[in-house]
Nanobody
């Protein structure tokens, strides 16, 4: 069983930055790709970014490319999503998730964090 615990998020003005964290059990962390998804009210959960198990391959949704950066720290068993130049349309609940393979499809992810709210004011 993989447990993912998220932290970070909150309220920020447009143009600001936030950093989300996703902590995982040591046993699982190095064996899984990690993804970030978000879900706005009334919308489906959508892919944001992913990073493979070794940390050398990343993927981003077009809407966040150049603004968001996904990374992982093996010493801390933690993955991060650095979000810069935030826009009101980035407002959503953000989730981290773990998968055996790096994917943009939420159905490929087996384990999910509890979610954290990000609100960007205009």
């Amino acid at each position: 069983q993989v447990q993912l615990v998220q932290s970070g998020g909150g309220l920020v003005q447009a143009g600001g930055s936030l950093k989300l964290s996703c902590g995982a059990s040591e046993r699982a962390f190095g064996n899984y790709a990690l993804g970030w998804f978000r879900q706005a009210p009334g919308k489906e959960r959508e892919f944001v970014a992913s990073i493979n198990w070794s940390g050398d391959l990343t993927n981003y949704a077009d809407s966040v490319k150049g603004r968001f950066t996904v990374s992982r720290n093996y010493a801390k068993n933690t993955a991060y999503l650095q979000m810069n130049s935030l826009k009101p349309e980035d407002t959503a609940v953000y989730y981290c998730a773990a998968s055996r393979s790096r994917s943009t499809w939420r159905g490929d992810y087996d384990y999910w964090g509890q979610g954290t709210q990000v609100t960007v004011s205009s």
